[in-house]
């Protein structure tokens, strides 16, 4: 069964930075695409960033030059650097697997439990 746990949640003030991780069990990234989404009260569960199995990233247009997803393949760990952080990046931050589901998240396999991220004026 695949196990998804993310990390590295916290509370900034606007402009900072997190490191988001997201340690993966049972899923190889050969098996298809991994990414983050996040939902804040309210709201659906929206598409971060998502990176297939050759490493190809796909980016929301309100990140875009702010964050980056990466992928240590040795630990099977999967990263988000979020730079510039903005109050509306406030949400609860989920690591999600699948095939290839873009940032669909009704196309997502597997998830983990979610990392609260909270960012103040």
């Known amino acids: 069964q695949v196990q998804l746990v993310e990390s590295g949640g916290g509370s900034v003030q606007a402009g900072g930075s997190l490191r988001l991780s997201c340690a993966a069990s049972?899923?190889?990234?050969?098996?298809?695409?991994m990414g983050w989404f996040r939902q804040s009260p309210g709201n659906v569960r929206e598409g971060v960033a998502a990176m297939d199995y050759v490493g190809t990233t796909l980016y929301a247009d309100s990140v875009k030059g702010r964050f980056t997803i990466s992928r240590d393949n040795a630990g099977n760990i999967l990263y988000l650097e979020m730079n510039s952080l903005k109050p509306e990046d406030t949400a609860m931050y989920y690591c999600a697997a699948g095939g290839d589901f873009l940032l669909r998240a009704q196309s997502v396999a597997f998830w983990g439990q979610g990392t609260q991220v909270t960012v103040s004026s």
């Open positions: 049972e899923y190889t990234f050969s098996s298809g695409s």
